[in-house]
Structure formats: structure tokens, C-alpha cells
């Protein structure tokens, strides 16, 4: 990667970096060749990790499950995890950024020699950071419908563990919710089960029990650390199949994701969430977890002075 | 776009030329946004259209399939259809390409102001011309599997009649075809019917009818010009389910696709089809389809002196 010679942030790059092909750039320059499989058949798999308060959340986390979903891919990266936390750290540390929004993206690539064997093509590394992106502005609260004109992708098609770029399916959910007058959508799987939206994970609080969906989606960190939070509080929590019954039925509802952390859901299919208020088990997770990140078990602080 | 002002092909884009925000440039230095969703959720759909001894083939139907496909996903293209067909051409015009493999796409684009809402989004238009794509080489057969590992993406997920980049699933398959010593994958429904492989539709011969499968895939136009030849010769037709079982013991196999045409299968599962050679209905069908290529209803010539 090419080094700055200047320390500290750079002006050019306050609103995002890139690292295109081995050299920092500001985002708005951030192009990927058009031949790139990573676009032209979504072979590519990524991760994003949260910058808080001039610290990285659980970055070692996010880094080994990025590196073992390229391995899932037969993806080979430039670098080891050792490498890839450095060079996250040198852009968000070039950026000045202290709330940031940062991906790590791994593509098949470009063919050699017009071969169509995925084989033989040159993976690619790219990432960047951008400031801090809120699926959910503070102090909002999700308006959400369970679709009814699609489901989500299943396992058996795609491995949804593998952070993927396949969004068809959650970009027309987001679609049907805002015809039916909500602003974000919860897939069903094949089977009438709960699985996520459009970049988050969801939990159910059903009889003093936080519940969140064992199948069908992404195994978030964020929900890891609800669910290790929960833990914490002595809330008992499962990781389980929900019918759409059950969700509808839930006495709190919330959504997870590192672009927003956790998100209440107080009104579901056009029905108000209990009172319809955020309540009191998701309001005191919401605060744990953004208290989590001071806590030296998951912070990695940035030294933006480099 | 740019109209360079020397009439006739230009040495520079002979290795392949593409549009990019309205700009003609070497295929080799064309690039997308990072950014562009239609790389970061695959939101996306495209065309492609071949060109053969410099005349482009069914350019109307791809046009009007790629419009379609436009619409359903509420994306909105800069030009219309003849504008669209004019701007490809002028691309082949500059490259010199007389066979060559013509992209069109169109992206959800940038958001604006950070907004996730796909409503609000800058579309873009993109397309490339570049030398022409085997997916087999001339005078090669397929050596093909029904996968195991992975099925294809059901329609209540992903409309495989909008073109699109969900191929996870595909190439997954392609890396199974590998491990089991074939080059070529086809992909099981989850009814455990035939739907297609990567880019290509599939054919079984079957008691003397033609079939092909109804769910599940592209309506391809080389799939349709297919059908229409095999009309034309007398062969019995049909658009139904076909089971593995009734793939398997077809007396010829073969696929279709833009970039390859009518391409012979001759051994599935590592069992040869019929007598392991390409078959005299596939044969015959081939050839009529490169003739094709000579007909006036199908072939739009390109005038490469401007």
C-alpha cells in the first residue's frame, strides 16, 4: 500500500477512503474493473466492520470471518488477518474518521485470457472507509413488514453465512414494504420462518425469551453480541426457527446490524409491537451495546497521530 | 457520447470498447463506482447481444427484453430502445470487432446523500463490446453434471426471467462439476427438475420431442431461436418440467446460449448421451443456427465505415 509520507489524517480523504489496487484513493474515485466477476456474477464475498468513537468494534471478529468466508469461496487474499486489520487501520487513521463505516471486499476477479474456469482468475482485495452509516437514524424506530412477494434466498441455493452481494430477493422486499406504507421489510424462508431484511438480523422477545432465527441468514456479529449481552443480563436467549406467528405475537421486537447496532421495531405488518414504544429489554440492550464499545475486549483503538 | 471524430475503427478499442458515464474508452480501463449497488447489493440487470460476421443478431429482442427486464426492477435507462441499439452499434463500429459479445446494464446506481432507500437512487447505464465469448469452443462438446451440492435459485427469491448476476449458486456448481472431473454444470430446481448452468439454457431429446425447461430459467433468445428452427424442421417442441431422471436418459443433450450458440452435451454424470457423439438433431440445429446469422428477420448489419 502506498504510504502517505504526511501523518495524521489527510484532507482529501475526510470523506471516505479507498484502496483500489494496492493505493489509497478518495472514494468518490473508487472504481472496480467492469470485467470484475466480483460485479458481473456477484462472486464475492465482504465484511464491514463499525468505527466508534475512534475505535474499531470487534475487528479480530470480523477480520477471521471475512477470511474464512474467502476460504469458503476458494478466494485467495493478498494479505493475512495480521495485515488486513493494519491496512483498515492506516485507511480510517488516513481518513480522520472517528464514527466510520469500513469493508473489506475480496472478488473472484478478472479472467485470464478469456478462460471461464473461476480457477484460474486473479482475486482481488479492495476496502474502504466511509463515515458511519445508520440503516436507522438514532432515536428512530423501524416501521417493517413480513413480505409477501418473495422469500429469501435459501441455504440450499446460496450459503447466507458467507456475507454475500446477492440482494435481489431483500432489494424486493425493501420494495414491498414501501408499497405497503413501511420503510423496511423481514423475509420469510420457504418453510414461513423469519430469517432478515436488507442488512440486518432480527430478534424476537417471546415469553421473557429472546429469540433469533437459527437458519437462513447471516451469522451477525452484532447479533453475537446481543446474544452475548443477553447472556450477561440473564436474559435466556435461542437461537431458533420463528414462524411469522410467533414474530407477529413477539412482545418486543428489534433489528442488528454494524450500521446501527440495535435497532427497536415498534410496528410490524401495520400493528404496533406491544405498546407500540420501544421497549424495556431493547432499550436496555441498545444501550450495552453502544456502552460495549468501550470495553478493551472489543475495542481496537485507532492512534489517528499514526 | 463522445463521437470521435475519425470516422472508422480505432486501433485503441480493437482489444474491446466500452460506455462509461457517457464516455467511449479502451475496454481494459473501464470501471464502476465502488459504491455502485449494483455491485454492492447486485442490484442490477443486463443484456447481451453477439455480433457475428459484423451483423448483430436478434438486436431488437434484446433490446426490448432488456427495457422489460429495466421496468420490472423500477430502473430507469437514459435512452431509449433505438438510442440504446444505436449506441451499441457505434461501440462495435469503433472496435472493428466483426464477432463480438455486446453488454448492456443498467444499475440501481449511487445513493444520494446517503440515503438507503433504492427509490431515491442515481441510475446508471453501462455497456461494452468486446471480442466474442465461447462458452465452448467450436467443434467441443460438454461434458456436464446435475449437481448435488446446489440447487438453483427459486423464482419466489429471484425472477430468473430478469437477467441477472445471482450466480452464486452457478458457480458453485461450476466448482462441483470440477471436483467430479467435468467442466460444465447444470442445476436442479428444488422440485428436482433441470433448470439451466452458467449463462446457458439446456435441451433434452426426449422420444423424438425437444424439450426445455419452464421454470426456473432465463427465457433465453438463443433458447427461443432454438425453438423456433426446431419448429420450422418439423421437430415436436416443448417448454415443460424435466426431471433429472428424464434428462439423464435423453437420447441427445445440448445447451444454448449468446455466447456459444447450440452447444453439443455428450456426457452427463459421466455417462456418455446416446453414443457419446454429437447427435444429428443437435447437429442440424447448430447449423441452422449459425445460417441464422445470414437471415434478414434476425441480422442488423454494421456499417464499421460510419
Same mark, same amino acid.
Given at each position: 500500500?502506498?504510504?502517505?509520507?504526511?501523518?495524521?489524517?489527510?484532507?482529501?480523504?475526510?470523506?471516505?477512503?479507498?484502496?483500489?489496487?494496492?493505493?489509497?484513493?478518495?472514494?468518490?474515485?473508487?472504481?472496480?474493473?467492469?470485467?470484475?466477476?466480483?460485479?458481473?456474477?456477484?462472486?464475492?464475498?465482504?465484511?464491514?466492520?463499525?468505527?466508534?468513537?475512534?475505535?474499531?468494534?470487534?475487528?479480530?471478529?470480523?477480520?477471521?470471518?471475512?477470511?474464512?468466508?474467502?476460504?469458503?469461496?476458494?478466494?485467495?487474499?493478498?494479505?493475512?488477518? +495480521?495485515?488486513?486489520?493494519?491496512?483498515?487501520?492506516?485507511?480510517?487513521?488516513?481518513?480522520?474518521?472517528?464514527?466510520?463505516?469500513?469493508?473489506?471486499?475480496?472478488?473472484?476477479?478478472?479472467?485470464?485470457?478469456?478462460?471461464?474456469?473461476?480457477?484460474?482468475?486473479?482475486?482481488?482485495?479492495?476496502?474502504?472507509?466511509?463515515?458511519?452509516?445508520?440503516?436507522?437514524?438514532?432515536?428512530?424506530?423501524?416501521?417493517?413488514?413480513?413480505?409477501?412477494?418473495?422469500?429469501?434466498?435459501?441455504?440450499?441455493?446460496?450459503?447466507?453465512?458467507?456475507?454475500?452481494?446477492?440482494?435481489?430477493?431483500?432489494?424486493?422486499?425493501?420494495?414491498?414494504?414501501?408499497?405497503?406504507?413501511?420503510?423496511?421489510?423481514?423475509?420469510?424462508?420457504?418453510?414461513?420462518?423469519?430469517?432478515?431484511?436488507?442488512?440486518?438480523?432480527?430478534?424476537?422477545?417471546?415469553?421473557?425469551?429472546?429469540?433469533?432465527?437459527?437458519?437462513?441468514?447471516?451469522?451477525?456479529?452484532?447479533?453475537?453480541?446481543?446474544?452475548?449481552?443477553?447472556?450477561? +443480563?440473564?436474559?435466556?436467549?435461542?437461537?431458533?426457527?420463528?414462524?411469522?406467528?410467533?414474530?407477529?405475537?413477539?412482545?418486543?421486537?428489534?433489528?442488528?446490524?454494524?450500521?446501527?447496532?440495535?435497532?427497536?421495531?415498534?410496528?410490524?405488518?401495520?400493528?404496533?409491537?406491544?405498546?407500540?414504544?420501544?421497549?424495556?429489554?431493547?432499550?436496555?440492550?441498545?444501550?450495552?451495546?453502544?456502552?460495549?464499545?468501550?470495553?478493551?475486549?472489543?475495542?481496537?483503538?485507532?492512534?489517528?497521530?499514526?
Amino acid at each position: 500500500m502506498t504510504t502517505p509520507t504526511q501523518r495524521g489524517p489527510d484532507p482529501r480523504f475526510a470523506a471516505g477512503v479507498a484502496l483500489i489496487d494496492g493505493e489509497l484513493m478518495p472514494i468518490a474515485e473508487a472504481r472496480i474493473p467492469i470485467t470484475d466477476t466480483g460485479f458481473s456474477r456477484s462472486d464475492v464475498t465482504y465484511d464491514v466492520v463499525g468505527v466508534w468513537g475512534g475505535a474499531f468494534f470487534r475487528l479480530g471478529d470480523h477480520v477471521a470471518r471475512f477470511q474464512q468466508n474467502c476460504a469458503k469461496l476458494h478466494l485467495e487474499l493478498p494479505f493475512d488477518g +495480521e495485515e488486513i486489520a493494519r491496512v483498515l487501520t492506516e485507511m480510517v487513521r488516513v481518513s480522520g474518521l472517528r464514527e466510520a463505516y469500513v469493508d473489506m471486499i475480496c472478488t473472484r476477479g478478472t479472467s485470464r485470457e478469456g478462460s471461464r474456469d473461476p480457477r484460474t482468475f486473479h482475486n482481488r482485495f479492495y476496502a474502504y472507509a466511509i463515515p458511519y452509516v445508520w440503516i436507522l437514524r438514532p432515536h428512530d424506530a423501524m416501521d417493517a413488514v413480513l413480505t409477501r412477494t418473495v422469500r429469501r434466498i435459501p441455504e440450499t441455493s446460496v450459503d447466507p453465512t458467507v456475507k454475500n452481494f446477492h440482494w435481489g430477493d431483500l432489494v424486493k422486499g425493501q420494495y414491498e414494504a414501501y408499497d405497503r406504507g413501511a420503510r423496511y421489510a423481514v423475509l420469510l424462508d420457504h418453510d414461513g420462518n423469519v430469517t432478515e431484511g436488507a442488512g440486518y438480523n432480527v430478534f424476537a422477545l417471546v415469553g421473557g425469551r429472546l429469540l433469533t432465527p437459527a437458519r437462513g441468514t447471516l451469522r451477525g456479529i452484532t447479533q453475537r453480541t446481543v446474544l452475548e449481552l443477553a447472556a450477561e +443480563e440473564g436474559i435466556p436467549t435461542e437461537v431458533t426457527d420463528i414462524s411469522a406467528e410467533v414474530f407477529l405475537g413477539a412482545a418486543e421486537l428489534f433489528a442488528t446490524s454494524t450500521a446501527g447496532g440495535v435497532m427497536p421495531m415498534t410496528s410490524i405488518d401495520g400493528v404496533p409491537v406491544g405498546d407500540g414504544r420501544v421497549g424495556p429489554v431493547t432499550s436496555m440492550l441498545r444501550e450495552r451495546y453502544w456502552k460495549a464499545h468501550e470495553d478493551p475486549r472489543y475495542a481496537t483503538v485507532v492512534d489517528y497521530d499514526g
